[in-house]
């Protein structure tokens, strides 16, 4: 082995999460340590967010001009293709992140760069471009190495996009399939058709954004289908094979397809190129989980704390994709934070160490006194990834969402009272576009009084969506949203009109 | 006297706040009666909020768009003044109110189309086209006539524009000038540069938007200059006349000019209108108040029930901007709300007249056990008009605030933290404009941990406020603010932002 390094925490991920949880925990004066192999910033910076939404934005913004009479006259022409691409280059730092190493080494952290794996509890070797390095973390290491797409077997035999080659192509394919429903094929089937591609949407299930209420799904379908795109439902990809002519999809369509329902005939679909959207796994598989008695590859179990269950001796945390339990960077982020602070505070260098519940085979309490004192909503405690998680689609209609859905609380033994309103009826609507659509829904437990989850659905309700968030999070009753006054002639005046629709 | 009739209940004026009074009101099943002599709908719908909105959403979705890069080379003309116009009267449902008329006698009330006066206690005369009725109102009367424009002396012996011209213009002056600085001053100043006239806006004051906090007249004043809008501040009009040349002002600036800062003497504009856009009135001068002791132009001093001070028996309410308590639609429809519930509660027919403090001289308290269970955040009382008050203001930057400002804080002796934030240095800004400029503020009660005023400065904030509102009313500590996740990339993530610079 080569050089031997120390310190107190060793962070693998220099993503959005593994960031937050190094700037945080070292706030106590750790001494914290970040592995990275890749790019510094992560998955977010450079292949997903942010490159994603650089490409919806120009079509976001000129379909919300044309839909405003004495506005649209002034739109000519469409999204310039290669100013798209060139903005969204620079959105994504031009996948150059020393901005990002940088900031690191501005917040006082050390940049490891390289691959980590467990050689033992507390102990790695980091593969560097300099050779091996012998890492010690003295109180504990934060898995948050994130995930990567998952490529289904009938696709494995061609070179298929994933998130990763969408938000980052350089060209426009003229023909181009989107195989999965979720967020990032609706994404991305919405930004190609905006660049010009001839999209088809192939989807397994019966509904596209089956994480949302069915009526989200429902009007991001028809949106595309208005726009050109090609959405099959219940088809399912069984073969494939690229040839000069393009790649060959093998496609079952157990819904039927527009040519006559009910046949279930496969069908074959050529385009230029494929986009595999059909999810994620934790990117633990070449971490040496099996040193500490884990298995490569699967998700890392924690708690509240994030501390991962199973491993002895408190001292191996986890956040952000790789816990199976969050799949967004703001929700990592927020795990992030809440680890960063449990370790800063249980490892704070100016109090020495805590002994309390450290004994082997006992996973270490939080037995700090800031700790202890803190109830669920406490910042030691992820509380709100259990029914408090927002998620954003940037279609068109947007979508946005919040807690439970109403099958969520129903599942949940809630007594539920769900209330919906249509945002085309709403006087802010009629100044925003000439025909908005869209609508909101909130799912209230009547025993509380309080709104458990909330959709959104529509063009521009992005920043609808923190109000519901708070009302969540805050456990706010119904009865005191009624006094929370939204502005005359917002879209946010929904909220009225639900609160009366629920009977204030 | 002519015919004669009798109610349970009479509103007068029926814009947004005496239809919601009277809708709920009734829905008790008591006999409600709306008195209105002009259009059913009122201010909001014909001549302010909607008609104004409808002429600045067109310029502000062209900005939206040339501000992304990709999207602005589509954009290549400026508003369709003719077809902004033309959506504007649409809005503006053609200043016909039959639809509105329809609803009201859909919801069970009757419409009186006439000008009421008072002629004693729960006695009115109604002057109609068809003659004069006597109106006797059993229970209660509901003054909600709202306002009307103030010219100033200076301005009066010329035809100047008011809200009403300004938002119901058929024709686009070449040279308007606008005198004042609030939320009026700087929309209709915004609306007409889009449409092509070349404006100055006079400024009596040092800031525009002088109830906001100073950052917010400043960005918009910054904008609009930006823009070619000439604004003076210190500018007050000290005569005008009119001849064939148009609009001549003379007007002397305290604080300089462009010509020559601290030039005191007396300057003339001439230009083809001018908006007096210096404040409102409560219109109560014409109503036959002295016939119950009350003063006619004065305000209606209401309790947080909205009862009338001073007025015997418990029988007078009033509600919206006749209070003199509240200026925007959406508060003058929450205390509407209120008032409404009261009276339904207080003379709900199903139970009986309720006689607990009626006795003469002492106003009717609030006795009903529904009310009296009611503590300060009841349905029965309209206590977010204190402190958590919502305002949008639809200019360029957008200015959103809501509850107190610092000042405002400080001033009601609240140990105050202020934390603020630039929109641009978020990652949801960066994907929405090129040059995402904004701010957003927060001002916490250290004492409580609670948020107690929010202002936000930017494209796109109006839907923004609402979460701030939400926290606000539902006095949400910082501490559990720091469970509800914005997503990422929305604008929304300048809570964390302001949370961590917070310190949490």
Same mark, same amino acid.
């Given at each position: 082995?080569?050089?031997?390094?120390?310190?107190?925490?060793?962070?693998?991920? #220099?993503? $959005?999460?593994?960031?937050?949880? &190094? =700037?945080? *925990?070292?706030?106590?004066?750790? @001494? !914290?340590?970040? /592995?990275? +192999?890749?790019?510094?910033?992560?998955?977010?910076?450079?292949?997903?967010?942010?490159?994603?939404?650089?490409?919806?934005?120009?079509?976001?913004?000129? #379909?919300? $001009?044309?839909?405003?009479?004495? &506005? =649209?006259? *002034?739109?000519?022409?469409?999204? @310039? !293709?290669?100013? /798209?691409? +060139?903005?969204?280059?620079?959105?994504?730092?031009?996948?150059?992140?020393?901005?990002?190493?940088?900031?690191?080494?501005?917040?006082?952290?050390?940049?490891?760069?390289?691959?980590?794996?467990?050689?033992?509890?507390?102990?790695?070797?980091?593969?560097?471009?300099?050779?091996? /390095?012998?890492?010690?973390?003295?109180?504990?290491?934060?898995?948050?190495?994130?995930?990567?797409?998952?490529?289904?077997?009938?696709?494995?035999?061609?070179?298929?996009?994933?998130?990763?080659?969408?938000?980052?192509?350089?060209?426009?394919?003229?023909?181009?399939?989107?195989?999965?429903?979720?967020?990032?094929?609706?994404?991305?089937?919405?930004?190609?058709?905006?660049?010009?591609?001839?999209?088809?949407?192939?989807?397994?299930?019966?509904?596209?954004?089956?994480?949302?209420?069915?009526?989200?799904?429902?009007?991001?379908?028809?949106?595309?289908?208005?726009?050109?795109?090609?959405?099959?439902?219940?088809?399912?990809?069984?073969?494939?094979?690229?040839?000069?002519?393009?790649?060959?999809?093998?496609?079952?369509?157990?819904?039927?397809?527009?040519?006559?329902?009910?046949?279930?005939?496969?069908?074959?679909?050529?385009?230029?190129?494929?986009?595999?959207?059909?999810?994620?796994?934790?990117?633990?598989?070449?971490?040496?989980?099996?040193?500490?008695?884990?298995?490569?590859?699967?998700?890392?179990?924690?708690?509240?704390?994030?501390?991962?269950?199973?491993?002895?001796?408190?001292?191996?945390?986890?956040?952000?994709?790789?816990?199976?339990?969050?799949?967004?960077?703001?929700?990592?982020?927020?795990?992030?934070?809440?680890?960063?602070?449990?370790?800063?505070?249980?490892?704070?260098?100016?109090?020495?160490?805590?002994?309390?519940?450290?004994?082997?085979?006992?996973?270490?309490?939080?037995?700090?006194?800031?700790?202890?004192?803190?109830?669920?909503?406490?910042?030691?405690?992820?509380?709100?990834?259990?029914?408090?998680?927002?998620?954003?689609?940037?279609?068109?209609?947007?979508?946005?969402?919040?807690?439970?859905?109403?099958?969520?609380?129903?599942?949940?033994?809630?007594?539920?009272?769900?209330?919906?309103?249509?945002?085309?009826?709403?006087?802010?609507?009629?100044?925003?576009?000439?025909?908005?659509?869209?609508?909101?829904?909130?799912?209230?437990?009547?025993?509380?009084?309080?709104?458990?989850?909330?959709?959104?659905?529509?063009?521009?309700?992005?920043?609808?969506?923190?109000?519901?968030?708070?009302?969540?999070?805050?456990?706010?009753?119904?009865?005191?949203?009624?006094?929370?006054?939204?502005?005359?002639?917002?879209?946010?005046?929904?909220?009225?009109?639900?609160?009366?629709?629920?009977?204030?």
């Amino acid at each position: 082995m080569g050089e031997a390094r120390e310190f107190d925490v060793v962070v693998l991920g #220099a993503g $959005a999460v593994g960031e937050n949880v &190094a =700037d945080r *925990a070292s706030r106590t004066g750790l @001494d !914290v340590a970040v /592995v990275e +192999a890749a790019l510094v910033g992560g998955e977010c910076s450079y292949w997903a967010c942010m490159p994603s939404k650089a490409l919806l934005r120009p079509g976001d913004a000129l #379909a919300a $001009a044309r839909a405003v009479p004495g &506005a =649209d006259t *002034a739109v000519t022409g469409q999204v @310039d !293709v290669s100013a /798209v691409l +060139a903005r969204r280059d620079e959105v994504a730092s031009h996948w150059d992140d020393g901005g990002q190493v940088a900031w690191v080494e501005g917040a006082g952290l050390t940049l490891l760069r390289g691959h980590a794996r467990f050689t033992g509890p507390r102990r790695l070797v980091v593969t560097t471009a300099d050779g091996d /390095v012998t890492v010690t973390a003295r109180h504990a290491v934060v898995v948050a190495t994130g995930s990567v797409a998952v490529v289904p077997p009938a696709l494995r035999d061609v070179r298929t996009w994933t998130s990763r080659e969408a938000t980052s192509a350089h060209t426009v394919p003229r023909r181009l399939a989107v195989v999965g429903g979720g967020v990032v094929a609706t994404e991305m089937a919405t930004a190609f058709a905006d660049l010009g591609s001839e999209v088809t949407v192939l989807v397994r299930g019966d509904r596209l954004l089956p994480a949302a209420e069915a009526f989200a799904g429902e009007a991001v379908l028809t949106s595309l289908v208005d726009r050109g795109v090609r959405v099959a439902l219940g088809a399912q990809v069984v073969s494939s094979s690229r040839d000069d002519d393009g790649v060959h999809l093998v496609v079952e369509h157990s819904l039927g397809t527009d040519d006559g329902a009910g046949d279930a005939a496969p069908q074959t679909l050529t385009v230029d190129e494929v986009l595999a959207a059909t999810g994620r796994r934790p990117a633990t598989e070449d971490l040496g989980l099996e040193a500490l008695g884990l298995r490569a590859g699967d998700a890392l179990p924690v708690d509240d704390a994030l501390q991962v269950q199973g491993v002895e001796g408190g001292w191996l945390f986890a956040a952000g994709d790789v816990t199976g339990r969050t799949a967004t960077t703001h929700q990592g982020k927020y795990d992030a934070r809440v680890v960063g602070d449990v370790i800063a505070a249980r490892f704070d260098p100016r109090t020495g160490p805590d002994d309390a519940g450290s004994a082997a085979g006992v996973p270490r309490g939080l037995s700090r006194s800031s700790e202890a004192h803190a109830g669920d909503w406490s910042r030691f405690r992820a509380t709100a990834d259990h029914a408090a998680v927002p998620q954003v689609v940037f279609t068109r209609p947007q979508v946005a969402w919040v807690g439970r859905t109403e099958a969520d609380a129903r599942a949940a033994g809630l007594d539920v009272e769900v209330v919906g309103y249509e945002l085309g009826d709403l006087a802010g609507a009629t100044v925003t576009a000439a025909d908005y659509r869209g609508r909101a829904q909130i799912v209230v437990d009547r025993a509380r009084d309080v709104v458990v989850g909330a959709t959104f659905v529509g063009p521009d309700v992005a920043d609808m969506l923190h109000a519901a968030t708070v009302a969540v999070v805050g456990e706010v009753p119904l009865s005191r949203l009624w006094h929370a006054v939204p502005s005359y002639p917002t879209l946010s005046e929904v909220w009225l009109r639900l609160l009366e629709s629920a009977g204030r």
